[in-house]
C-alpha cells in the first residue's frame, strides 16, 4: 500500500517520554486512519514514512534520537540492533498509572520496566496475540481488551539493571567507568553480544540463536549480560571461564572461545570498545599456557611480550633446551604440554624460567656430582640426604636430585696441598669406603671429621685428584671412629648384620627372606627399614656355619666336603643348589653328627673347634 499525499488535518507535539512507533499510531488514529500502515508504513521492509508528517517532521527529528529515527526509516538486518520495533511491550501497572506509552519501552533489551521491576508483556491478556502498531487503538488489542486492566508480569531478575542503564543513556546520563565513553548504540551491542554469548554457548552462530525480539529471548540475553557486566572485568573473566571451547589440549585461540574470539574484534572493533579487548587480552595472559605467535594476528603486536613461549624463544634468549628441560622436570607448573593434531606442543613459562635460570644453570645431577667427587653415586646421594652437599629446590619428591655446583667446589678444595706425603701408610678416602667407612654412620662422622678440619686430608702439588682420591691417615681416622662405633646397639640394620657376620648383603637379604635370620620392620635413624637384633646374629651364628668356613676348618675345599656331606644325605639348609642363595650354610647339629665324623676321618677332615655363643 503506497502512503497517502494527502496533508494531516491533526498534527499532535510528540511527547518527550514518549515512544516514536506510539507517537505515530497515536497520530493516524487521531486522523482517522486504521493504524499506522495506512499512512506511514510501507508493507515491503516495515520502513517508515515520516513525510505526511509535514512541517512536524523538524520537531520529531529533534525529539527523538536519530539512532531511532534511522531504524524506523532503514530497518537494520543486524542482530544486534539497538531498537525494537517490531513488536509492541508495555507495562500494565505504568498504563493504569495514566503514562505515555514510553520509548525505553521500544529498546530491544528493556525487557522490564525500569520503574517496577516486572517483566514487560508483549500480549494480550485476553485474545493472547502478539500486539503490532497496526491495531486499532493504542491502549486497546483488536480485540478490545483494555490493556490497562493487564495482568502484571513476573518479578525481574537481574535483567532490570541493564534496563535501568538503558534508560539512564536514553536520558542522556553517563554510566561509570569503563562505560563512561558508551553512547547508548555501543552499550547496547556490548550488552547485546556478551548476553548472547553467555546465555547461547556452544552455539556456533549465537547471535541468531533466537529473535531477539521477544520478550522471552530479551529477558534471558539481559540477564546474562549483567552477570557479565558486573564487577568488571571479573564477570567478563567468569564468561570466558564458562564458555565450551575445544578442550584443555587446544592450541587455537579461536577454537578455544568460539565465535566470541571474532566477534571482539568484528562486532567491538571500533575504539571505544578497546576496555573490552583490553580485558580479554589480560585474560589470556594470566590463563592462556600457550605461545602468542604470528598466527594470532589480532593479538601479536599488543601481546609481544606474552609469558608462555617456546623453546625456541628460550633459546633464543640465551637459556639451553637441557636446562630448560631440567628446571620443568623439578617446576611442572613452569611448563605445559598439548596434544594436537598428533602433535606435541610443549610452552613454557618465560619469566619462571629466567628466574630460575641461574640458580639451576650451576646444578649436577647425582651421577654428574659423583664423577666430579670420585665417589660412588649412593654416598653422593647420603651426603645429600645428610645435609653435607646442598640440594636445590624441587616441587615433590618424585623429581630428580639437583646438587649445587658451589657445594661440590666446597669439598673439591677442602684437602690440602702439599710437595711430599707427610706419613707412609697414606690411603685414598674412596679406599676405605668398604673398610672403616662402610657404614653410613661412619661416613657421615668422617665427613664431619674432615669438615671441621679435625682430620686432614691432602694431595699432591699439580695432581688434579678428587675428593675420592684424597689421601688421609687411616690410624686417626680409624681413632675417630673408635668412639663412636656402633658395636654395641642392639638393632642394626640388614647390611650392617651381613658386615657382622662376614657375609655380602645379598647373602644376608636372603637369609632374611628365608626366615633364618631373624628380623622385624621397625625405624632407625628416623627411616623406617628391617632391622636385625643383636641377639638373631648370636643365635644364627650357634646355629649355623658356613660351608666356606667349614671347609677351612677342615683344611679341605668347599667342593670336597659338600660332595662328602651330600653321600650321607645331609643337604645344607640353603644354597646355590638348594634355594638359589650364593652361599651354602650347614647346621651344627649335623656337623657334629657321628657319622660325619667316620666319613670326614676318612677325608682327613675334623670336625671344627666348638664355637663360642
Not at 12 to 38: H, I, S
Not at 186 to 214: D, Q
Not at 491 to 520: N, P, Q
Request: charged share 25%; aromatic share 8%.
Amino acid at each position: 500500500m503506497q502512503p497517502t499525499t494527502s496533508p494531516l488535518l491533526v498534527r499532535p507535539a510528540p511527547d518527550p517520554l514518549e515512544g516514536l512507533p506510539a507517537y505515530l499510531l497515536r497520530v493516524a488514529l487521531a486522523n482517522g486512519f486504521a493504524g499506522t500502515c495506512g499512512i506511514f508504513r510501507r508493507s515491503a521492509r516495515r520502513a517508515c514514512d515520516l513525510a505526511p508528517l509535514g512541517s512536524m517532521l523538524s520537531v520529531v527529528q529533534a525529539t527523538f534520537p536519530s539512532s531511532l529515527l534511522s531504524e524506523s526509516q532503514s530497518p537494520s538486518s543486524s542482530a544486534a540492533r539497538t531498537w525494537n520495533l517490531r513488536r509492541a511491550r508495555f507495562c500494565p501497572l505504568c498504563l493504569a498509572g495514566g503514562s505515555v506509552w514510553k520509548r525505553e519501552w521500544d529498546l530491544t533489551l528493556v525487557a522490564c520496566c525500569p520503574e517496577h521491576r516486572i517483566v514487560l508483556s508483549e500480549r494480550c491478556h485476553v485474545c493472547t496475540k502478539s500486539l503490532t502498531w497496526f491495531r486499532l487503538g493504542l491502549t486497546r488489542c483488536d480485540c478490545g481488551a483494555d490493556l490497562k486492566a493487564a495482568p502484571s508480569g513476573a518479578t525481574a531478575g537481574d535483567e532490570h539493571v541493564i534496563a535501568q542503564w538503558m534508560k539512564n543513556l536514553l536520558d542522556g546520563k553517563e554510566l561509570g567507568a569503563p562505560f563512561a565513553r558508551l553512547t547508548l548504540d555501543e552499550f547496547s551491542t556490548l550488552c547485546i553480544v556478551l548476553g548472547s554469548y553467555s546465555a547461547n554457548r556452544g552455539m556456533k552462530k549465537p547471535l541468531r540463536s533466537a529473535a531477539i525480539t521477544n520478550v522471552g529471548e530479551a529477558v534471558m540475553i539481559a540477564r546474562h549480560a549483567a552477570m557479565a557486566l558486573d564487577d568488571w572485568p571479573n564477570g567478563l573473566y567468569r564468561l570466558l571461564e564458562t564458555i565450551p571451547g575445544a578442550g584443555p589440549d587446544n592450541t587455537e585461540i579461536s577454537k578455544q572461545f568460539g565465535a566470541l574470539y571474532g566477534a571482539l574484534f568484528k562486532l567491538l572493533s571500533p575504539e571505544p570498545f578497546n576496555f573490552v579487548r583490553e580485558a580479554f587480552r589480560s585474560y589470556l595472559a594470566q590463563t592462556w599456557r600457550r605461545p602468542i605467535t604470528a598466527r594470532h594476528r589480532r593479538l601479536v603486536e599488543e601481546m609481544q611480550d606474552h609469558d608462555w613461549v617456546s623453546g625456541r624463544v628460550l633459546k633464543e634468549c640465551g637459556v639451553a633446551p637441557a636446562l630448560v628441560r631440567r628446571i620443568a622436570q623439578a617446576n611442572p607448573l613452569v611448563s605445559d604440554e598439548a596434544h594436537h593434531r598428533q602433535r606435541i606442543h610443549l610452552a613454557f613459562s618465560k619469566s619462571a624460567i629466567l628466574a630460575n635460570a641461574c640458580r639451576y644453570s650451576g646444578g649436577l645431577t647425582l651421577a654428574q656430582a659423583a664423577v666430579r667427587l670420585g665417589l660412588p653415586r649412593k654416598r653422593v646421594r647420603h651426603m645429600a640426604e645428610d645435609g653435607f652437599l646442598d640440594v636445590l629446590p624441587r616441587e615433590s619428591t618424585n623429581q630428580p636430585w639437583i646438587i649445587s655446583v658451589q657445594s661440590v667446589v666446597g669439598w673439591e678444595a677442602i684437602s690440602d696441598r702439599v710437595t711430599h706425603p707427610p706419613i707412609a701408610n697414606a690411603q685414598t678416602a674412596r679406599s676405605q669406603l668398604r673398610k672403616l667407612l662402610w657404614s653410613r654412620r661412619a661416613w657421615r662422622l668422617f665427613l664431619n671429621h674432615v669438615r671441621t678440619r679435625r682430620l686432614i686430608m691432602w694431595h699432591l702439588d699439580g695432581d688434579t685428584a678428587c675428593f675420592g682420591d684424597f689421601m688421609i691417615d687411616p690410624d686417626a681416622l680409624s681413632k675417630l671412629l673408635a668412639p663412636e662405633s656402633d658395636e654395641h646397639e642392639e638393632w642394626c640394620s640388614v647390611s650392617d648384620a651381613a658386615r657382622k657376620l662376614g657375609v655380602k648383603d645379598e647373602v644376608c637379604y636372603h637369609l632374611v627372606r628365608t626366615r633364618l635370620l631373624a628380623s622385624e620392620v621397625s625405624v632407625l635413624r628416623d627411616r623406617e627399614c628391617r632391622l636385625v637384633h643383636r641377639s638373631a646374629i648370636e643365635n644364627f651364628r650357634s646355629t649355623y656355619i658356613s660351608l666356606v668356613s667349614a671347609a677351612k676348618e677342615c683344611c679341605t675345599t668347599p667342593r670336597a666336603l659338600l660332595a662328602t656331606i651330600r653321600a650321607r644325605g645331609i643337604e645344607p639348609k640353603c644354597g646355590p643348589g638348594v634355594d638359589g642363595c650364593r652361599q651354602y650354610f650347614l647346621l651344627l647339629s649335623d656337623w657334629n653328627r657321628e657319622a660325619l665324623f667316620h666319613v670326614a676321618a676318612g677325608h682327613n677332615v675334623s670336625p671344627p673347634a666348638r664355637r663360642s655363643t
